[in-house]
């Protein structure tokens, strides 16, 4: 077999192996309890990925057989997922840009601010009819009761430094994860409204409510909470941007090394050619 079509069905085994964590990663995007409140772009990961190892093996054994058409088939489609890929990376990438968090004076987590996020975000996830929808998954995971398990005290409670929007939301699934998504959207008031700590999910006595328009929109009762506030809205946003984030990473290596089998890919694909009309040559068919 020729240098380059060995090559060829070398990387494409890796190509193979490479879709088996871009599967993984869609659905570990598609198992997280706030993809799952928001269903937005669960599953292309995981199609993006079968399709990779389905092509691949194609172009494995393309390459590994001399066969002109599988190969021909492979680059083509090759060429299409690796064009799709790239625009779901981008696309994450342009629309989880913006953070939309700032860090409260004297506390050791983050806010959030609903308008800190991209139009996109906004419009399709919390400004679209299905927040009511939203809400309602988010207050059945159970989370901001979860909070009392593990702070006891005010201090214990402002001086966190390890809140994050992604682990509060997880911390109904693995404790140890614990952090603010809850904390700093839908589980307490905004810090500027000004309430007492009584426990982690019931304030009193405001001293500021004309801070924050979510002031008023707070609520002890345990059903309410600050699901409907912006700030529960932002920490959402929060979540879906660390999770997309993430997985971006192994988007970008993935390109990457498809982008450099198809390149030694289409060598071998000419040299297939070659050998080819090589042997219709010595056969007197030309």
Not at 6 to 35: E, H, M, R, V, Y
Not at 49 to 69: D, N, R, W
Not at 183 to 210: D, E, H, R
């Amino acid at each position: 077999m020729a240098l380059a079509n060995n090559l060829t069905a070398i990387l494409n085994l890796l190509a193979l192996l490479c879709s088996i964590p871009i599967t993984a990663s869609g659905i570990w995007l598609a198992s997280k309890p706030d993809n799952e409140c928001v269903n937005l772009l669960r599953w292309p990961v995981v199609v993006l990925g079968v399709l990779i190892l389905l092509v691949s093996a194609c172009g494995f054994i393309g390459a590994y057989q001399y066969k002109e058409t599988l190969l021909a088939v492979y680059l083509c489609c090759m060429a299409i997922l690796i064009g799709l890929l790239l625009v779901v990376l981008i696309f994450a990438f342009v629309v989880t840009r913006p953070d939309g968090s700032h860090q409260v004076p004297g506390r050791g987590y983050k806010e959030y601010r609903l308008e800190g996020f991209s139009n996109w975000l906004r419009e399709n996830v919390v400004d679209s009819k299905k927040w009511g929808k939203i809400r309602a998954c988010l207050a059945d995971t159970n989370v901001c009761p979860k909070l009392s398990q593990r702070f006891i005290t005010a201090d214990q409670f402002f001086s966190s430094s390890s809140i994050t929007p992604l682990q509060a939301f997880c911390y109904i699934l693995a404790p140890t994860q614990f952090s603010g998504f809850g904390l700093s959207g839908c589980c307490k008031p905004p810090t500027a409204c000004g309430y007492n700590f009584v426990n982690p999910t019931l304030w009193q006595n405001p001293t500021n409510m004309a801070a924050d328009a979510d002031c008023y929109l707070w609520n002890n009762d345990q059903s309410q909470l600050c699901y409907n506030c912006n700030s529960c809205k932002a920490g959402l946003l929060g979540n879906l941007r660390k999770d997309w984030r993430k997985a971006n990473l192994i988007l970008i290596i993935t390109v990457v090394v498809l982008i450099c089998v198809y390149v030694i890919a289409c060598s071998a694909f000419r040299n297939a050619q070659t050998e080819d009309l090589f042997r219709k040559y010595k056969q007197g068919w030309v």
